[in-house]
């Protein structure tokens, strides 16, 4: 449904994205991480056709958005970074507007003001204007912006930006719920939006893409090994798992609470089939399985792992 | 069209929310109003014609044209909601019509504030109704041009001011030319500036005779205004 290819994009001297490539499958929702500055927005704003590219292709639907995105412009809903609106029009005339620029007329505009304002809850501010609401208010005006004219694909630019931890919450459950039958791609940096709501993650840095893929295969490729519980000597067990391919280090302990047992950190391998190996080489052995693991990272370590890198090795040089 | 008209509401709505427009409506009227006055009581009470009015007419709208264009675009770019409109799945050049005809609208009731004028003259004489009608025909062609120069200059700034005071520069001087080319010493050049000129071609209008050829040549600027808008926003896009 969405495909970016190799897109560079300049501001000046500094360059904003540096050949970012990915593809969101129809009914997808996915969440773009990235510290500020990481080139989300801009991502975001050429995909709608905001802006032209310096370098690359972006489509949604099939629609080249670089050249001509009218077409495609037709089938997403966009909520842009910080919501802008005209203060001075009222909710409902603000909503009018935009299934106008939609080309609704008439009783389908009205009814479809309506359909929005009830799907995100605005029945009680229709005639306030958008310049006395509050931020929770506005972020819900720009929603119901994006879904006036039901597109299939919703690229929401911050949707939880300033709104207190409730209104994140209804916000989340409400995407998660458009989520069921659009593809939907939003920017934050709130990691736990993520896992809430999302089913994939792709995390840039610096325009570049650092991380792609299901929270799970990203926590995978990132665990550093396995962790196992078994019955035997620290000795016994440190032995059989040298003998584990692509292992870097062994690390036994005795278990603190069981006396006989020992709790072995096996470090290096990362693939799936590596807990299974490491439980056929113990039980092998004669070593006792009771627990077997691969380390699990959070996101925020891998998160502030993959953005932070580039800094550090800057400090340490 | 449609879009087009979507624009030209919503544009309406904005502007007529705040003060500007009432009071470039009424300055507008008052100041017509005050120097056609003083004029007739300095020369002849009695003779009813609206020369000092149309002839003031392209000083006056050169001072308030920019001042009504300046904010269409610039006030779009500081607020960035210019970026939902042009999410939407309309033309650039529908938006941009549909700004001009806003426009076009406070600049049609700003004449028509001027309106009085026309009354109280006809009650003292017999006044030529077709030079009247030229006369404010012409007003609205050359109101068109200054607000299309007016809005391309907003499309280039987020700073309104910095809009209008280029616009009034382009204008003024616009409506000038023609009195440079009375002054020039070579016939041709002079002729040329009059040809260019907002004022001349606006006078030989408000004389009553509609020639289409002046029409053409306000159509043609306006037109090539609101094209260089419409290439404006769009490379906005490669900013």
């Not at chain 1, 704003?45 to 310096?54: C, N, Q, R, S």
């Not at chain 1, 067990?237 to 020992?262: F, I, M, N, Q, Y």
């Not at chain 1, 959070?298 to 800057?314: H, K, N």
Request: aromatic content about 8%; proline content about 4%; overall charge neutral.
């Amino acid at each position: 449904m969405i495909e970016v290819r190799d897109l560079v994009k300049w501001y000046g001297t500094r360059q904003a994205l540096a050949g970012i490539s990915f593809q969101v499958p129809k009914g997808q929702v996915v969440g773009f991480l990235g510290p500020n500055g990481a080139g989300k927005t801009t991502t975001m704003k050429i995909l709608t056709g905001f802006l032209a590219p310096d370098g690359g292709t972006a489509t949604v639907g099939g629609v080249d958005m670089t050249a001509d995105p009218l077409p495609g412009l037709r089938r997403i809903g966009y909520l842009p970074a910080g919501n802008p609106q005209y203060a001075e029009l009222r909710v409902v005339e603000t909503l009018r507007f935009s299934a106008e620029l939609h080309g609704l007329r008439g009783a389908a505009r009205d009814a479809a003001v309506d359909r929005a304002i009830d799907l995100v809850g605005l029945a009680d501010r229709r005639m306030q204007t958008t310049g006395t609401l509050s931020t929770g208010y506005r972020q819900r005006v720009g929603l119901a912006r994006a879904l006036l004219h039901e597109p299939e694909v919703l690229i929401l630019d911050e949707p939880t930006s300033g709104l207190d931890p409730n209104q994140q919450q209804d916000m989340r459950t409400l995407i998660r719920s458009l989520g069921r039958e659009r593809t939907v791609i939003l920017s934050t940096h709130i990691l736990p939006e993520v896992e809430a709501i999302c089913d994939r993650a792709i995390i840039i840095h610096e325009g570049a893409l650092v991380a792609d893929g299901t929270l799970a295969e990203i926590r995978g490729e990132r665990s550093r090994g396995v962790t196992a519980t078994l019955r035997g000597t620290v000795a016994a067990a440190e032995a059989a798992l040298r003998t584990l391919p692509d292992v870097t280090a062994v690390e036994v302990t005795p278990a603190a609470d069981a006396p006989g047992w020992v709790r072995a950190r096996v470090v290096g391998p990362t693939d799936r089939d590596a807990c299974e190996r490491v439980a056929a080489t113990a039980v092998a052995a004669g070593l006792g399985l009771a627990a077997l693991a691969p380390d699990t990272t959070s996101l925020e370590d891998i998160f502030a792992e993959l953005t932070r890198s580039a800094e550090q090795e800057v400090a340490r040089a | 069209m449609r879009e087009t008209l979507a624009v030209f509401r919503r544009e309406v709505r904005s502007l007529f929310f705040g003060p500007i427009p009432y009071l470039v409506i009424a300055l507008f009227g008052g100041i017509a109003c005050w120097y056609v006055i003083q004029k007739q009581l300095f020369f002849v009470l009695r003779q009813a014609n609206l020369d000092p009015l149309f002839n003031f007419l392209p000083l006056l709208c050169a001072f308030f044209v920019p001042a009504i264009a300046m904010r269409m675009w610039s006030e779009e770019i500081r607020g960035e909601t210019l970026e939902p409109l042009l999410t939407s799945p309309l033309r650039t050049r529908h938006a941009v019509l549909g700004k001009f005809l806003a426009g076009l609208l406070v600049v049609a009731l700003c004449l028509l504030s001027t309106f009085s004028l026309v009354v109280t003259t006809a009650s003292l004489g017999d006044l030529d109704a077709g030079a009247v009608t030229g006369g404010y025909l012409g007003a609205l062609l050359m109101g068109a041009a200054y607000l299309s120069v007016g809005l391309w200059l907003s499309s280039k700034t987020r700073n309104q001011v910095v809009a209008f005071l280029l616009g009034l520069v382009i204008c003024f001087f616009w409506t000038m030319i023609d009195g440079l080319g009375a002054s020039a010493p070579s016939g041709s050049l002079g002729a040329l500036l009059s040809d260019l000129s907002i004022s001349g071609r606006f006078r030989s209008i408000a004389q009553g005779v509609v020639d289409l050829r002046d029409v053409a040549f306000f159509v043609s600027v306006t037109a090539f205004f609101l094209y260089l808008n419409v290439e404006s926003i769009e490379n906005r896009r490669n900013a």
